[in-house]
T-cell receptor, first 117, second 115 residues
Framework: ETGVTQTPRHLVMGMTNKKSLKCEQH?????MYWYKQSAKKPLELMFV???????ENNSVPSRFSPECPNSSHLFLHLHTLQPEDSALYLC????????????????FGQGTRLTVV | TQLLEQSPQFLSIQEGENLTVYCNSS?????LQWYRQEPGEGPVLLVT?????EVKKLKRLTFQFGDARKDSSLHITAAQPGDTGLYLC???????????????FGTGTRLKVLA
């Protein structure tokens, strides 16, 4: 039990499909994040939620739509994706947003390996 | 744009060897973290260094934060197959005008330790 659980672990979808990624944290954290991890690229921060409010959106295309219904759950809704969107999508949580102390620790889920065909 | 370059990108060594991984930037960071990501898993925090020149040891792993807080290194002594994974550094930026910090992740070093 890592504390941050992501489902599904693997997803293959066509470019016209609509799917959702789910993240759940049982750590009582106030901030949650979506990251994209592609081969040969640094981890890219996509969205930040603090106390269920979206506080950061790093120029992510509108085909990615996040949702945070409560402090324990985070979704990433996907539609009309492109093959270059294939990547490992990681969810993370922390006690507070990055404006917290220097020892803010992010706890990551195992990720969803997404393949767009 | 703040960037964190890690070197080497890939490293394959024999069990028992020593190695050093570097994390470099032209920017100053208020703190720096090292994560390890094993295949099929998310990154897991190893250590946070805060003070310029700080050295922290975690069993066979030694972490150092540069004096100017622009770079860091991770040294592994007597590497074991269980050390295999992707090592990521993440720098906490200095605050922007709104007082917000960010964590910038490095490009990663993929380590493979052969038995």
């Amino acid at each position: 039990e890592t504390g941050v659980t992501q489902t599904p672990r693997h997803l293959v979808m066509g470019m016209t499909n609509k799917k959702s990624l789910k993240c759940e944290q049982h750590l009582g954290h106030n901030a949650m994040y979506w990251y994209k991890q592609s081969a040969k690229k640094p981890l890219e921060l996509m969205f930040v939620y603090s106390l269920e409010e979206r506080v950061e959106n790093n120029s992510v295309p509108s085909r990615f739509s996040p949702e945070c219904p409560n402090s324990s759950h985070l979704f990433l809704h996907l539609h009309t994706l492109q093959p270059e969107d294939s990547a490992l999508y990681l969810c993370a949580s922390s006690q507070d947003r990055w404006t917290g102390g220097v020892n803010t620790e992010a706890f990551f889920g195992q990720g969803t390996r997404l393949t767009v065909v | 744009t703040q960037l964190l370059e890690q070197s080497p990108q890939f490293l394959s060594i024999q069990e028992g060897e020593n190695l050093t991984v570097y994390c470099n930037s032209s920017s100053v960071f208020s703190s720096l973290q090292w994560y390890r990501q094993e295949p099929g898993e998310g990154p897991v925090l190893l250590v946070t260094v805060v003070t310029g020149g700080e050295v922290k040891k975690l069993k066979r792993l030694t972490f150092q934060f540069g004096d100017a807080r622009k770079d860091s290194s991770l040294h592994i002594t007597a590497a074991q197959p269980g050390d295999t994974g992707l090592y990521l550094c993440a720098g906490r930026t200095t605050p922007d005008l709104s007082g917000t910090y960010k964590y910038i992740f490095g490009t990663g070093t993929r380590l493979k330790v052969l038995a």
